[in-house]
């Protein structure tokens, strides 16, 4: 079974790259609702941080897990195509909400008939798309809020790099070595690119080019989307996911320590994984307050993000703040010659 896409000459020069939030939010959506997070190595840690948010605010059982069955088809509406290169995810919810009602019955038919029913609130999104897209873009941004959005800085590096890897193959190489390289499954063979071990579909044109999406939790097999008349799209995995939730180097927080502060350093390494402000005074034995009065000043500096997670704020590291760390990394820690601050002291850092 394949898929055979036909390029001309114009198709060709109208390939592009893009980054795609919503080609995270689905596939993750998945591994999280499915239970393949537990097996999968690479995202085991994400999957343990991230599910017991998403109970809490019950989307486990929500509209976006009833349109992200455990394996199968997706609707093509949850995955417009992305209006530049680096889409942000409001600009794709926008095309979400305007998505003709006619796509969304169709695709949501197709939904039942592979997967044999619809749940509730997919058959209301059926019958009344216009009154109920809002609702589900709604649940879509609290979902990127708690699952994705804290982690986000992290994973928009896999991407860029991926992408800067796969622009060179082209300057180096050309633009069949490339799609020779994507995957396994993918292959080109003289204006055809074919993709195997899929739902087999006649040949077609490409139209418009083809938009190629790198994504870090759409597992092993690429996914494709081809509804005209937008371009087609192929979403891929991202070099570099392997390595996406590994540790990064710790920081020398005595070389740290003289520009940002004793205690707000120690919040920073502390923010290798998002948390709350309860969270952090627990791990570092600051008060809740100093907590607070320190994370302001971090975000005011833009080392700092907040993330809504229902009555509570999850603050994590920004990309900034990763390279401030790992700048640090390598040079000498004096701090390892002298006594360690008391971590119960307040604020008193200038």
Do not use: K
């Not at 537990?38 to 109970?55: D, E, F, I, N």
């Amino acid at each position: 079974m394949a898929v055979e896409l036909a390029f001309s000459v114009r198709d060709l020069a109208q390939t592009r790259f893009a980054v795609s939030p919503m080609w995270e939010v689905g596939p993750s959506c998945r591994l999280l609702f499915s239970g393949a997070a537990g097996t999968h190595p690479a995202h085991r840690a994400w999957a343990a941080q991230v599910r017991p948010r998403l109970a809490a605010a019950g989307l486990d059982r929500g509209r976006l897990a009833e349109l992200v069955p455990p394996s199968g088809y997706v609707p093509d509406f949850l995955n417009p195509a992305p209006p530049g290169p680096g889409a942000t995810l409001g600009e794709e919810l926008e095309r979400i909400l305007t998505a003709p009602a006619d796509r969304i019955r169709a695709d949501l038919d197709r939904l039942r008939d592979e997967q044999g029913r619809l749940g509730p609130r997919a058959r209301a999104l059926h019958a009344a798309p216009r009154e109920r897209l809002p609702r589900l873009v709604e649940e879509i941004e609290t979902y990127w809020e708690l699952a994705i959005a804290p982690y986000w800085a992290r994973i928009r590096a896999v991407l860029d790099a991926d992408i800067f890897h796969r622009i060179r193959q082209i300057t180096e190489h050309g633009a069949a070595h490339l799609f020779h390289d994507l995957h396994p499954s993918v292959s080109w063979n003289d204006d055809s690119l074919r993709l195997t071990r899929r739902r087999p579909l006649p040949r077609s044109s490409a139209g418009d080019g083809l938009l190629l999406i790198p994504s870090v939790f759409i597992g092993p097999v690429p996914f494709t989307r081809v509804t005209p008349p937008d371009p087609p799209q192929l979403a891929y995995p991202a070099r570099g996911t392997g390595t996406l939730w590994e540790r990064r180097p710790a920081a020398s927080t005595g070389a740290l320590a003289p520009v940002l502060g004793r205690s707000r350093t120690l919040l920073l390494t502390e923010l290798e994984t998002p948390a709350t402000t309860t969270e952090l005074a627990r791990r570092t034995g600051l008060s809740t307050a100093g907590v607070s009065q320190y994370l302001a000043a971090l975000r005011a500096a833009g080392l700092v993000s907040a993330h809504r997670a229902g009555r509570s704020v999850l603050y994590a590291r920004t990309s900034a703040a990763d390279v401030l760390l790992t700048a640090a990394a390598g040079g000498p820690d004096p701090a390892r010659r002298r006594a360690p601050a008391d971590p119960g002291a307040e604020p008193s850092e200038s």
